[in-house]
């Protein structure tokens, strides 16, 4: 069964770095996109960066020339650098893949159970 699961979240002072990694296990075929989403209180789920198969990214405007997507095909792995955080950056990050599961015709959404990132002095 394919399990996607994050890690590197937590507490860090505004200016701050934390780097987020999310890997996906299980028998996978193909990844297609892989996307991190966050979550604040009270706000709807917003998709902060996407990276494509071939590598083109995508960044919402808040976030452009902070945060880096990145990805280890080999290691079914994406990763998130994020420097310069900023209060406004505290949420629940979500990783999601699009991706095939071994024995599957069809790209499926996955997602991981969230990791807190939480910006504060």
């Known amino acids: 069964q394919v399990q996607l699961v994050e890690s590197g979240g937590g507490l860090v002072q505004p200016g701050g770095s934390l780097r987020l990694s999310c890997a996906a296990s299980?028998?996978?075929?193909?990844?297609?996109?892989m996307n991190w989403y966050r979550q604040a209180p009270g706000l709807q789920r917003e998709l902060v960066a996407s990276i494509s198969r071939d590598g083109n990214t995508h960044y919402i405007n808040s976030v452009k020339g902070r945060f880096t997507i990145s990805k280890d095909n080999a290691k079914n792995t994406a990763y998130l650098q994020m420097n310069n955080l900023k209060p406004e950056d505290t949420a629940v990050y979500y990783c999601?893949?699009?991706?095939?599961?071994?024995?599957?015709?069809?790209?499926?959404?996955?997602w991981g159970r969230g990791t807190q990132v939480t910006v504060s002095s």
């Open positions: 299980g028998g996978i075929s193909s990844i297609n996109a």
């Open positions: 999601n893949f699009a991706l095939m599961a071994s024995g599957s015709y069809y790209y499926w959404d996955y």
